[in-house]
């Protein structure tokens, strides 16, 4: 499934009405044919706003070690790059707030209004990186400076992937809801690749005092723009055709949060259980990996951020492939399929980077592309899907970035930290394979959602 079709604007009919109508205003409302132009804006808004706090993610990610140098000067390499991790890690632990914050200002008062304001935040967030100063100009201020930034991101994205994905589910129609909402993992991933090019190009026409005096600053400076395109195009959306129903009815939840813990709290468990894969492998296979291949196998940095630009390239291909697999044979499958082969093949994949060349490198991430593509892009849909449209964002925001806080954004930490202990080198390898035990014990405790109307109940 190309990017050229999905973007087409094609004509589609909003999605049945919620069985519990008690009168034809909701039915009105949900069976109106949605405007072609419309449904474009939607997913090219959907898009740019992931894109934009995936590459600010990106850029921090693949500049880990300069921004060790940078910010921690005084201590050696390995506990530099845990200290810059660490702060990439601590930022995490506001975004089940933030999905708390931004689910229930999604769910009361819309998803377009919430979208547009956390574009806003997070975009300026992502600026202002660029404007700190270095430990060298104002000491120990520098790195709380930098950790007080990462905590307002973090709260500011924490409701964009959620947000986003079920805005799309919500206009697309049924039988393809699956490729729709993968424009949302599509976009992280272009947004980690124009990291990964940049950083790359970074790394080879800079020398190593401009990388470190001024050469970092510049991905950061790029938020400003990217941020404001983003926010124009999402002011001038309409809210989904479901979202209004619900306000029409008068039927929008007072407390989104409440009423999740009372009566979805099964749901929770599940969405939190399969989005444990997608955090470690996400930011194990496409953030952590060209730092992994630089210091633990010696690989050159150019080289290893070659690597994954390649791979990443593939990787936005394949999301739309899985989105279009998962609306044809379900969900349930691709994601128990995902956890499964992740468990077997991760240690073998692992074990054969160690002495590879480049090209051999190149696919084996390919490789780890294809298996993450095959959990993400399902989730997404899944998690919109598997919770009523009360509280949809509420219920996808929390659970998903809950997983993401305690095991997406230390997976680099905690990979880290484990070659350290151990000594061994396959030790990030059977992190992922335990994230993999979980997802899957938690898909086979759930029910099949592809093939049903979008709950309202």
Same mark, same amino acid.
């Given at each position: 499934?190309?990017?050229?079709?999905?973007?087409?604007?094609?004509?589609?009919?909003?999605?049945?009405?919620?069985?519990?109508?008690?009168?034809?205003?909701?039915?009105?409302?949900?069976?109106?044919?949605?405007?072609?132009?419309?449904?474009?804006?939607?997913?090219?808004?959907?898009?740019?706003?992931?894109?934009?706090?995936?590459?600010?993610?990106?850029?921090?990610?693949?500049?880990?070690?300069?921004?060790?140098?940078?910010?921690?000067?005084?201590?050696?390499?390995? +506990?530099?790059?845990?200290?810059?991790?660490?702060?990439?890690?601590?930022?995490?632990?506001?975004?089940?707030?933030?999905?708390?914050?931004?689910?229930?200002?999604?769910?009361?008062?819309?998803?377009?209004?919430?979208?547009?304001?956390?574009?806003?935040?997070?975009?300026?967030?992502?600026?202002?990186?660029?404007?700190?100063?270095?430990?060298?100009?104002?000491?120990?201020?520098?790195?709380?400076?930098?950790?007080?930034?990462?905590?307002?991101?973090?709260?500011?994205?924490?409701?964009?992937?959620?947000?986003?994905?079920?805005?799309?589910?919500?206009?697309?129609?049924?039988?393809?809801?699956?490729?729709?909402?993968?424009?949302?993992?599509?976009?992280?991933?272009?947004?980690?690749?124009?990291?990964?090019?940049?950083?790359?190009?970074?790394?080879?026409?800079?020398?190593?005092?401009?990388?470190?005096?001024?050469?970092?600053?510049?991905?950061?400076?790029?938020?400003?723009?990217?941020?404001?395109?983003?926010?124009?195009?999402?002011?001038?959306?309409? !809210?989904?055709?479901?979202?209004?129903?619900?306000?029409?009815?008068?039927?929008?939840?007072?407390?989104?949060?409440?009423?999740?813990?009372?009566?979805?709290?099964?749901?929770?468990?599940?969405?939190?259980?399969?989005?444990?894969?997608?955090?470690?492998?996400?930011?194990?296979?496409?953030?952590?990996?060209?730092?992994?291949?630089?210091?633990?196998?010696?690989? !050159?940095?150019?080289?290893?951020?070659?690597?994954?630009?390649?791979?990443?390239?593939? &990787?936005?291909?394949?999301?739309?492939?899985?989105?279009?697999?998962?609306?044809?044979?379900?969900?349930?499958?691709?994601?128990?399929?995902?956890?499964?082969?992740?468990?077997?093949?991760?240690?073998?994949?692992?074990?054969?980077?160690?002495?590879?060349?480049?090209?051999?490198?190149?696919?084996?991430?390919?490789?780890?592309?294809?298996?993450?593509?095959?959990?993400?892009?399902?989730?997404?849909?899944?998690?919109?899907?598997?919770?009523?449209?009360?509280?949809? &964002?509420?219920?996808?925001?929390?659970?998903?970035?809950?997983?993401?806080?305690?095991?997406?954004?230390?997976?680099?930490?905690?990979?880290?930290?484990?070659?350290?202990?151990?000594?061994?080198?396959?030790?990030?390898?059977?992190?992922?394979?335990?994230?993999?035990?979980?997802?899957?014990?938690?898909?086979?405790?759930?029910?099949? +959602?592809?093939?049903?109307?979008?709950? !309202?109940?």
């Amino acid at each position: 499934m190309s990017t050229r079709r999905i973007f087409s604007g094609e004509s589609v009919a909003a999605v049945i009405a919620p069985s519990g109508a008690s009168d034809g205003s909701a039915s009105d409302a949900m069976n109106e044919t949605v405007d072609p132009k419309l449904l474009k804006r939607a997913a090219w808004a959907s898009f740019i706003g992931n894109f934009v706090e995936w590459f600010d993610y990106a850029s921090y990610g693949y500049l880990a070690t300069v921004i060790a140098i940078v910010f921690f000067p005084k201590t050696d390499g390995t +506990t530099g790059l845990l200290a810059a991790y660490g702060v990439f890690a601590i930022s995490f632990i506001v975004r089940p707030v933030g999905g708390i914050v931004w689910g229930h200002f999604g769910d009361k008062v819309g998803r377009r209004t919430s979208l547009s304001l956390s574009i806003l935040i997070m975009s300026c967030s992502t600026f202002a990186i660029a404007l700190l100063p270095t430990y060298a100009q104002v000491g120990m201020l520098a790195p709380v400076l930098l950790l007080l930034v990462r905590v307002i991101q973090g709260f500011s994205a924490s409701g964009e992937y959620a947000g986003a994905s079920a805005f799309l589910a919500e206009y697309a129609p049924a039988n393809r809801r699956g490729v729709y909402t993968s424009i949302v993992p599509a976009s992280t991933a272009a947004g980690l690749l124009f990291g990964s090019i940049l950083i790359a190009v970074l790394h080879a026409v800079l020398d190593s005092d401009q990388l470190h005096s001024f050469g970092w600053r510049l991905p950061f400076l790029l938020a400003a723009p990217f941020g404001l395109i983003g926010r124009y195009i999402r002011v001038r959306l309409e !809210d989904t055709p479901r979202f209004k129903a619900l306000e029409q009815d008068q039927q929008v939840a007072r407390a989104p949060i409440a009423e999740l813990l009372g009566k979805h709290r099964a749901k929770m468990l599940i969405a939190f259980g399969v989005t444990c894969l997608n955090a470690v492998a996400f930011y194990l296979v496409l953030s952590y990996m060209p730092t992994y291949l630089s210091t633990e196998l010696g690989m !050159d940095e150019t080289a290893s951020f070659i690597a994954a630009t390649i791979s990443l390239t593939a &990787y936005v291909g394949l999301i739309f492939v899985m989105g279009t697999l998962s609306d044809r044979i379900g969900r349930k499958s691709m994601l128990i399929g995902a956890s499964v082969l992740f468990a077997v093949l991760t240690v073998p994949l692992f074990k054969g980077l160690a002495g590879a060349g480049f090209m051999t490198i190149v696919a084996i991430q390919i490789a780890f592309g294809a298996l993450l593509t095959m959990n993400d892009g399902t989730l997404p849909c899944f998690l919109a899907e598997i919770f009523p449209t009360r509280v949809r &964002y509420s219920g996808f925001a929390f659970c998903f970035n809950a997983a993401n806080a305690l095991f997406g954004g230390t997976a680099p930490l905690v990979a880290t930290w484990l070659i350290g202990a151990t000594g061994s080198k396959l030790a990030p390898a059977w992190y992922l394979v335990a994230a993999s035990g979980v997802a899957l014990v938690a898909m086979i405790g759930s029910r099949e +959602t592809s093939h049903s109307p979008l709950a !309202d109940e």
